[in-house]
Nanobody
């Protein structure tokens, strides 16, 4: 069983940066996809970024392309989300998820494990 623990959220002014971390523990298969999703109050959970546990494939939501970067450190079993040029509309709880599927990395329904979430608040 895989456990995910996010950290790194906080309060930042518009234009600022944060780096989120997701530590993965348990049985990790090379075919895994790790993703970041976010959920703002009153809204559905939405895809942010995803990365294969092995290889170089990454995916981004159009709203974060050029501002956010997903990466991983396999030796540390950690996935990161570097967020630059943050805007108030980025305010949400950010969740790290694990998918064992090889398709549709942008769909939350493909993810079978989630962390507890970390709050990101961007002030204007």
């Amino acid at each position: 069983q895989v456990q995910l623990v996010e950290s790194g959220g906080g309060l930042v002014q518009a234009g600022g940066s944060l780096r989120l971390s997701c530590v993965v523990s348990g049985r990790i298969f090379s075919s895994l996809t790790m993703g970041w999703f976010r959920q703002a109050p009153g809204k559905e959970r939405e895809f942010v970024a995803a990365i294969r546990w092995l290889g170089f494939n990454t995916w981004y939501a159009d709203s974060v392309k050029g501002r956010f970067t997903i990466s991983r450190d396999n030796a540390r079993n950690t996935v990161y989300l570097q967020m630059n040029s943050l805007q108030p509309e980025d305010t949400a709880i950010y969740y790290c998820g694990k998918s064992s599927a090889i398709i549709s990395p942008t769909m939350s329904s493909m993810y079978d494990s989630w962390g507890q979430g970390t709050q990101v608040t961007v002030s204007s």
